[in-house]
C-alpha cells in the first residue's frame, strides 16, 4: 500500500514537472514558421533566382534558403512561404542572388551574380512579409 502511494506521488510529481518544462518559453520554436517572401522583378529584363539567404544576428552569418532556380519575367512577382531556421523573434534581413540574360552567351544566363538585400530588419514571427523589389 505504502509502495504503490510513493509510485502515485512520483507519476504525479514527473507529470507536473514535465508539463513545466515542456511549456516554457526556453523552449519555444526557434524557427520562424510561415514567413512571406516576395522578390519584385522591375530591373527591365527577366531574371533567374539563385540563392535567398537570411541574416542570423546571433551567430553573425548569412544561412541559405535553397530555392529552384526560378525564372521571373520582368514586371513579375516570385513568392513563397517559408520557414526559417534559428531566427525566431530575432531582427534579421533577407537577401536575394540572381542572374540575368547575356546575349554573349547564346541564350544563357551571366556569370555575375547580383545581390540585394531587404531593408529595414524585421523581427522575424510567424506572418512577417520580406519584399525585394529589384531594379
Given at each position: 500500500m505504502m509502495l504503490r502511494k510513493i509510485a502515485s506521488v512520483s507519476i504525479l510529481a514527473?507529470?507536473?514537472?514535465?508539463?513545466?518544462?515542456l511549456s516554457s518559453p526556453a523552449l519555444a520554436s526557434r524557427h520562424c514558421k510561415d514567413v512571406y517572401l516576395k522578390v519584385?522583378?522591375?530591373?527591365?529584363n527577366e531574371i533567374k533566382v539563385i540563392d535567398l539567404d537570411y541574416y542570423d544576428p546571433a551567430y553573425q552569418k548569412w544561412r541559405s534558403e535553397p530555392v529552384p532556380n526560378e525564372v521571373i519575367p520582368n514586371n513579375q512577382?516570385?513568392?513563397?512561404?517559408?520557414?526559417?531556421?534559428?531566427?525566431?523573434?530575432k531582427n534579421i534581413?533577407?537577401?536575394?542572388?540572381?542572374?540575368?540574360?547575356?546575349?554573349?552567351?547564346?541564350?544563357?544566363?551571366?556569370?555575375?551574380?547580383?545581390?540585394?538585400?531587404?531593408?529595414?530588419?524585421?523581427?522575424?514571427s510567424p506572418g512577417t512579409i520580406y519584399e525585394i523589389t529589384l531594379t
Open positions: 514527473f507529470s507536473a514537472s514535465t508539463s513545466l518544462l519584385i522583378n522591375n530591373t527591365g512577382v516570385w513568392q513563397e512561404t517559408r520557414r526559417l531556421e534559428n531566427v525566431n523573434q534581413r533577407i537577401r536575394v542572388e540572381y542572374r540575368i540574360p547575356d546575349s554573349d552567351r547564346m541564350g544563357g544566363w551571366s556569370r555575375e551574380v547580383f545581390t540585394k538585400e531587404s531593408s529595414p530588419r524585421q523581427i522575424c
